[in-house]
């Protein structure tokens, strides 16, 4: 309501703004500040859309002078909602009306002595002057608490991954390494098998012993190919920088 001719009172502000309550009932809080704006006594009285949702202190009340203010709390425990809304009433009251106003009395008066206005509702949001920030020192430790975790992922699933992609780009080096191993171990294996035939062992345990050599030369030389493939490529290991965990 703007302090026109045929204004009775000022409401500050002229929207109702909710903000979060800071006592122990909890809900959602706003404030309105009513001014008597005539020299002689004002009456008013609040109303809502939805009375099971709000309470109003006061909701009933007068101003018997000029100047005269009253802090008007309206509270919610339910979320505010855009259509939600109030209903100011203001009337001139007599001296003896002013002493004695109540709601029975309020349901008495004339249509036509009282005035109307609205007030509209809203959820207040915090400036961002307001918002909590961090101190200088405290955004570098997280930035780099953010730097390390990102780099101990990377390294992580760098290590862990595997993909005959990653197979086929294999240096054309570490593929003849890989054949010259395995010929090599065959033909170690293969004499040990010969040097334990020619002494007469059983054909069992020599079937047994050339199961053993076949997976001795197929996994060794596999375990190397697996560790070029996946290791990180960002890591050299063979820099005397970085000494064994046994060390």
Not at 55 to 60: A, F, G, I, R
Request: charged fraction near 20%.
């Amino acid at each position: 309501m703007s302090n026109s001719s045929g204004t009775l009172i000022r409401v500050t502000p002229s929207e109702l703004h909710f903000g979060s309550a800071t006592d122990s009932a909890g809900g959602y809080v706003g404030r309105l500040i009513i001014k008597n704006m005539r020299s002689n006594s004002v009456g008013f009285k609040f109303k809502t859309n939805a009375p099971e949702k709000f309470s109003v202190k006061p909701v009933l009340g007068s101003l018997t002078e000029i100047g005269q203010t009253v802090e008007i709390t309206v509270r919610s425990l339910q979320p505010i909602s855009p259509d939600d809304r109030f209903l100011i009433q203001t009337i001139h009251l007599s001296p003896e009306e002013a002493r004695s106003l109540s709601s029975s009395m309020w349901r008495t008066f004339s249509s036509q002595r009282i005035r109307e206005g609205f007030i509209n509702c809203r959820l207040a949001t915090a400036s961002p002057s307001n918002s909590p920030s961090l101190s200088p020192s405290r955004q570098v430790v997280s930035k780099t608490t953010m730097t390390m975790k990102t780099t101990h992922t990377q390294m992580r699933s760098s290590q862990r991954s595997f993909s005959w992609k990653s197979v086929l780009e294999i240096p054309y080096m570490t593929v003849q390494l890989v054949i010259y191993l395995i010929y090599h171990l065959f033909r170690r294996m293969f004499k040990l098998y010969s040097e334990l035939a020619n002494k007469g062992w059983p054909r069992r345990n020599l079937l047994l012993v050339a199961v053993v050599c076949l997976l001795v030369v197929i996994a060794l030389p596999l375990r190397k190919l697996v560790y070029i493939t996946v290791r990180p490529a960002n890591i050299n290991f063979d820099s005397p920088e970085i000494s064994p965990l046994s060390a």
